[in-house]
T-cell receptor, first 115, second 119 residues
């Protein structure tokens, strides 16, 4: 158990809908990352937060947004969903979000299916 | 150009044998870190081993070791004495700009290698 909690584990929705994925980082970790894993694109970095502030942005679509709250949990909001958004969405956390050997601890992911 | 290349989509190894999973990387940054993660069929991503670009010795973690050849830009994962539970996807990843602070903090992943351990 990595200590990173993601809910829900599975989500089935329809095109055009909006969903929210939730992540609780490991105790003490200040940085949260979101990744998308699909068969064709592999693991793609979406966005990183550190202590409530956005730190880095990757291949995140404009339809997607995220935030990190004062209690350090994070939410990833996906709107106007398309079939191609079906993927496994991972949240990861690390203590500081930088550092020579800082490894990321991943949650078990949220499997999103858009029908 | 891909930053992380894993050329073996799938591999088989006999139980108790050693296996090497290949990873090459591309960066012009002198400061970087290399990571290996394991993803079993249950889906979670499990950290295995880390190697920093300035580390003089190859990293080892139990049955896992990293064959780091900086000049060749390769960071191969060696699993000794394979076990049935080692059957999984294995991902190589890199983080750049570690010391300069100017790089992004994301991990860039390769496409992965699916390892199957045969009894």
């Amino acid at each position: 158990d990595s200590g990173v909690t993601q809910t829900p584990k599975h989500l089935i929705t329809a095109t055009g809908q909006r969903v929210t994925l939730r992540c609780s980082p490991r105790s003490g970790d200040l940085s949260v990352y979101w990744y998308q894993q699909s068969l064709d694109q592999g693991l793609q970095f979406l966005i990183q937060y550190y202590n409530g502030e956005e730190r880095a942005k990757g291949n995140i679509l404009e339809r997607f947004s995220a935030q990190q709250f004062p209690d350090l949990h994070s939410e990833l909001n996906l709107s106007s969903l398309e079939l191609g958004d079906s993927a496994l969405y991972f949240c990861a956390s690390s203590p500081w979000g930088r550092g020579s050997d800082e490894k990321l601890f991943f949650g078990s992911g949220t499997q999103l299916s858009v029908l | 150009a891909q930053k992380i290349t894993q050329t073996q989509p799938g591999m088989f190894v006999q139980e108790k044998e050693a296996v090497t999973l290949d990873c090459t990387y591309d960066t012009s940054d002198p400061s970087y870190g290399l990571f290996w993660y394991k993803q079993p069929s249950s889906g979670e991503m499990i950290f295995l081993i880390y190697q920093g670009s300035y580390d003089q010795q190859n990293a080892t973690e139990g049955r896992y070791s990293l064959n780091f050849q900086k000049a060749r830009k390769s960071a191969n994962l060696v699993i000794s004495a394979s076990q049935l539970g080692d059957s999984a996807m294995y991902f190589c990843a890199m983080r750049e700009g570690l010391y300069s602070g100017a790089g992004s903090y994301q991990l860039t992943f390769g496409k992965g290698t699916k390892l199957s351990v045969i009894p």
